[in-house]
């Protein structure tokens, strides 16, 4: 922190996997090699307790974390969203919490109940992963939950760009589609997980054009963010001045680890007020957290 005032705020941490509850569902081979090759996500994941996180979070200076419920397949969401609930009950002004919904199938009714229930038990969020189940984001039986998000002060986070599963094309996640949620939705504010690479220029143009669109980079290396010739060169050249406010630091804990992702953003070159912004002070007016 350039001036030591704000302390860090990961916008997304996945839900501990001891508080995650158990399924049956074993998700085909397709679905999960490839992140295992490419992220090692099994043996990370194995080790994400309840104890590491806050050990990561403390021992890292980090002020805050949002826990979300992620949706993988064959959990039990409403299971997901009350493990949250009661973890972020937990650690009050430490965490915050995202739920999720049931897909697939999602249908447009349970999604509005998911959303409002999500509402009722005090979580600021809620994460949907389309892709995952073969849909796009902005597919209509969605619609209900964006709209009752909406209604309710919501903010939605949405995964994007580029994924692991090879079941599914990662074309549904293309930036289009959440441009047009955010044309429909105009007070949604939504959450561009992952930051959609390799349409970063793309996702840029919609945070550009949509001041209720924020890009969340977790699960990513910050060195190749703020590097040109890597291929978020756009992004890189705008968070100096125009997308300063719409950057969020995250780093889908367990995947990418805390000490890492703050010694690369630190190092990156940005300007302090840009740092301060990407680290602390975007999710702090986001999530209506106290400025310090």
């Known amino acids: 922190m350039p001036d030591g005032s704000l302390m860090p705020v990961d916008a997304r941490v996945r839900l501990p996997v001891d508080r995650r509850p158990a399924t049956t569902a074993r998700p085909a081979a397709m679905e999960r090699q490839e992140y295992d090759r490419v992220l090692d996500m099994g043996e990370k994941v194995r080790g994400a307790t309840v104890a590491a996180l806050l050990t990561s979070l403390r021992e890292h200076g980090v002020g805050h974390a949002v826990v979300h419920a992620e949706y993988e397949g064959g959990e039990d969401a409403a299971a997901l969203n009350a493990a949250t609930v009661e973890l972020v009950g937990q650690h009050p002004g430490l965490l915050s919490g995202f739920g999720t919904i049931t897909?697939?199938?999602?249908?447009?009714?349970?999604?509005?109940?998911?959303?409002?229930?999500?509402?009722?038990?005090?979580?600021?969020?809620?994460?949907?992963?389309?892709?995952?189940?073969?849909?796009?984001?902005?597919?209509?039986?969605?619609?209900?939950?964006?709209?009752?998000?909406?209604?309710?002060?919501?903010?939605?986070?949405?995964?994007?760009?580029?994924?692991?599963?090879?079941?599914?094309?990662?074309?549904?996640?293309?930036?289009?589609?959440?441009?047009?949620?955010?044309?429909?939705?105009?007070?949604?504010?939504?959450?561009?997980?992952?930051g959609g690479w390799p349409w970063v220029?793309?996702?840029?143009?919609?945070?550009?054009?949509?001041?209720?669109?924020?890009?969340?980079?977790?699960?990513?290396?910050?060195?190749?963010?703020?590097?040109?010739?890597t291929g978020w060169d756009v992004l890189a050249g705008y968070l100096n001045n125009l997308l300063r406010e719409q950057v969020l630091f995250g780093t889908d804990w367990p995947i990418f680890g805390h000490e890492r992702a703050l010694r690369e953003w630190r190092a990156g070159g940005l300007r302090d007020h840009t740092l301060d912004a990407v680290l602390a002070g975007n999710a702090r007016r986001l999530f209506g957290l106290p400025s310090a």
């Open 103 to 194: 897909m697939p199938p999602a249908t447009a009714g349970r999604t509005a109940r998911e959303v409002q229930a999500c509402a009722d038990a005090g979580l600021i969020g809620v994460n949907i992963q389309p892709a995952f189940a073969g849909m796009d984001m902005h597919d209509r039986r969605l619609y209900p939950g964006y709209a009752r998000a909406e209604e309710l002060g919501l903010i939605v986070a949405v995964h994007t760009g580029v994924h692991y599963s090879r079941v599914y094309p990662m074309a549904h996640e293309r930036p289009e589609f959440l441009d047009q949620i955010a044309c429909d939705f105009p007070d949604l504010r939504l959450v561009a997980c992952h």
């Open 201 to 229: 220029a793309e996702y840029c143009a919609v945070a550009r054009r949509h001041p209720t669109v924020w890009l969340e980079l977790g699960g990513l290396s910050p060195k190749y963010v703020t590097r040109p010739g």
